[in-house]
């Protein structure tokens, strides 16, 4: 009787790691994948020790079993899928490393392209373009190049047209043949593709950028120009690009033209307060006149913009400042910032300017209610209570007052927070709620009693 054949044991531990038939939710899905992590590893090392043949064969199983998952698995996170594209690449460099033919490799990878209902595969064409080698990447060009010519043949003769203009198996491949080229810093022939579609702002940022990094600096600054010019001529949806202005600044630095770089940061910044804008600005300023420069930012971002000023004046740490500013808003412009920016304010106004950190917890508290989302009232109350404790710190109780009467008035139907609210103007935090460890002692009792 012919003997059977043992079971690899590492194909045992992708099955339990796998656990096919139990449905994952997503606050497990990060300690499921990490399991996953480790079950690779065990593939991984059996590479390096000589073993890409058989590895080969696992990954393959591996990269299976992971689609037969995805229905049981909440991967609103995409763990599951990032966990897949490393096994992708992992498996695509045993291939190579077990000597396996470029163009069956090749294939293989179009095909689960192609058969890939779960987006697994979704934007992975530049980190296989990284890992395939010479004779692989020529095929895997070749393969796009090959498709976007067929679907071009109709336009041939057209004048260039913006790539959202041509039918999806034009712009799809063109997309993918774009990230290739910036993998690979394949300038001409990035190039060549613009010539076929109307270059984006966003193309011209990416051959900018390929440029910049052969240190082709007038290369580079020419073609941010060009996207910046394009930017004003159409709405380019995910074809423009943030970021050109910033480039522009660097470029001309780099340059020689560092004048020329702090005007443009200047004139953006005044166009357009931010912290962003404020960083750029700070590059181009030589040490001894920072102070008047950040106190002119300070003046320009007071002027336009309250969440600029806001968040500059944090990052800063210029808390009396932002005090007085924030003493002299109304309430309703502080309570349309986002919390993100107002929270750090706040926490740092709150050691020695305790009126306007009050003032801005109070604003924070409002903005929660106006919503109306109850799951983030205990926040509110959180806010409220601060603002109190700091009002009656200052003796500045008539205004905490003020801030009640404006609750009350406005948001006294909200039954899932009022009662709450009471209890902290009249000095007693809620109760919290119960904790688990509590919930199940008095199950025990309850469970063991008589």
């Not at 073609?223 to 010019?229: D, I, P, S």
């Not at 005007?263 to 008047?292: R, T």
């Amino acid at each position: 009787m012919k003997k059977r054949k043992k079971s690899d044991p590492v194909v045992s531990e992708i099955e339990r790691a796998l656990d096919l038939g139990q449905f994952i939710s997503y606050n497990r899905s990060w300690d499921f994948v990490r399991e996953l992590e480790d079950s690779k590893k065990r593939i991984d090392a059996l590479v390096k020790n000589g073993e890409a043949e058989r590895a080969v064969g696992l990954y393959e199983m591996f990269l299976s079993g992971c689609y037969e998952k995805a229905e049981e698995i909440d991967d609103s996170g995409g763990n599951l899928g990032m966990f897949f594209g490393q096994l992708f690449c992992a498996w695509i460099k045993a291939k190579q490393k077990a000597g396996c033919k470029a163009d069956e490799t090749v294939q293989y990878i179009l095909k689960w392209m192609d058969n890939d209902d779960y987006g697994f595969c979704y934007d992975i064409e530049q980190d296989i373009a990284q890992v395939l080698n010479k004779a692989g990447f020529r095929l895997f060009r070749k393969y796009f190049q090959d498709q976007l010519e067929n679907a071009f043949v109709p336009y041939k003769s057209e004048s260039p047209k913006f790539i959202y203009d041509y039918p999806a198996d034009v712009y799809r491949n063109a997309d993918i043949l774009k990230k290739i080229y910036i993998v690979k810093k394949d300038i001409q022939s990035y190039l060549s593709l613009c010539e076929k579609t109307v270059a984006s702002p966003k193309d011209c940022k990416n051959i900018a950028m390929l440029y910049k990094e052969k240190k082709c600096f007038a290369d580079a600054l020419a073609w941010v120009e060009k996207g910046l010019t394009l930017e004003k001529k159409r709405e380019w949806l995910n074809q423009s690009s943030y970021g050109l202005t910033s480039m522009r600044q660097e470029l001309l630095d780099k340059l020689g033209r560092r004048q020329d770089a702090f005007e443009s940061a200047w004139s953006e910044f005044k166009k357009h307060p931010s912290m962003h804008g404020y960083d750029e600005l700070m590059k181009y300023i030589p040490k001894l006149d920072f102070k008047e420069w950040h106190e002119k930012a300070l003046l320009e971002a007071k002027k336009t913009s309250l969440s600029a000023f806001v968040k500059i004046c944090s990052k800063t740490k210029e808390w009396d400042i932002l005090s007085e500013r924030i003493i002299s808003v109304e309430y309703d412009n502080l309570e349309q910032i986002s919390h993100y920016i107002t929270e750090k304010a706040a926490k740092g106004l709150a050691k020695k300017h305790c009126r306007a950190a009050a003032k801005i917890y109070g604003a924070m508290g409002m903005r929660i209610l106006k919503k109306g989302k109850t799951k983030y009232y205990r926040y509110a109350l959180e806010h409220f209570r601060r603002a109190g404790k700091l009002y009656k710190k200052v003796d500045h109780e008539r205004m905490w007052a003020s801030l009640v009467d404006r609750v009350r008035k406005d948001h006294s139907r909200k039954y899932s927070f009022i009662g709450d609210f009471e209890k902290i103007v009249a000095g007693r935090w809620p109760d919290s709620p119960e904790t688990f460890e509590k919930r199940v002692r008095k199950r025990w009792v309850k469970q063991t009693s008589d």
